[in-house]
């Protein structure tokens, strides 16, 4: 491993610098941000060298079965990791995505931990474009975790995905990968389907994978269809789509202006969230444990005190995550009645009176 010193949140282009040496060099690189002096955050890339990658447009593509990891957070040196992203920050100064991850015949992509903002291009999945695709064996699976996607902005006629584009599909008999989204806020993004995600799994003569959803914040995305996340499933049965814990509230659509569900022969489990104005295919067992109610977030999309979502998801949701958007422990009992339940929306709530009581702890 060698520190590769680019300075990613100074110098906006940055990542796209770094992809370049990693490609030149074939080897594995930290990548810095911030001063010189204060840096405290980086990305850990680990690139094996048959993968491709394209100067000109920043992606990142391999066709052997590799899996894509990229993990934010790291402290300097890279011995430790905090999952941070506000502090992790992956821009791109001119037109074109931030993240253009492609694998194939099997490999699996991950992003976890970073601000991933301002991408604009006339194409799919501005800010992130994740696509893992086979025409033999089964393909991968796609997560994003712990990332805060925001002012990314799709301008193609019917582009998919202003914040995200996450994919898995297949054009054989197998099933398709599964798509997980956990503890991410995804905010001010816009395109024609999904303005701030769109997330699908698609097999062409096989079952679908699953695409789950749980812990996210998505509110003020625009599109046409499915202002805060469109969420497909396509191929013959098998496949769910699932939706828990999820704030999708407060986006804006012609049609769908929270969700827009397209699931085929699937399932689709929507449990717990606080939203409202869905279009497209009905849910199956949508029931009395969703709402919609002004979640009472703060400007940087935190639950305020009194805010509906305190305690109000389940503890049994799928990819459940053990911590919050910025590493707070996730179950808090933030209503402090006895009983630690999960949140709803990427973060999980603590009042003053805990605070106070972990900081006497730790001194
Ligand atoms: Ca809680
Ligand atoms: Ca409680
Ligand atoms: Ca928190």
Redesign the pocket.
Known sequence: MRYEHIKAFDIPDGWYKALERIWTKGDSFFVGYGSEITETKKLNLTIPSNWQFNPGTGSVSTTQGDDITLLGGYTSGCGRRAIDPAGTVLQVSVSGRVLDLNVSNGGDIRVDGFTIKDGDLSGDGAGVYAASSSSSGAPGDVTLANNIVTGNSSSLASGKGGGVYAVSYTTTTDIAGDITLVNNIVTGNSADFGGGVYAGSFSSSGAAGDVTCTNNTLTDNNADYGGGIYLYASGSPGGSINAYNNIVWGNTASTGGDVYLNKGPNIANAFYNDGSDSAGDDWDYGDSTNFDLDPKLTSNY??RPGSPCIDAGTNDAPALPAT???D?QRMIDGDRNGTEIADIGA????SKAILTFLMLLLN
């Open positions: 935190h639950l919050d958007v910025e707070d973060d999980e709530f603590i």
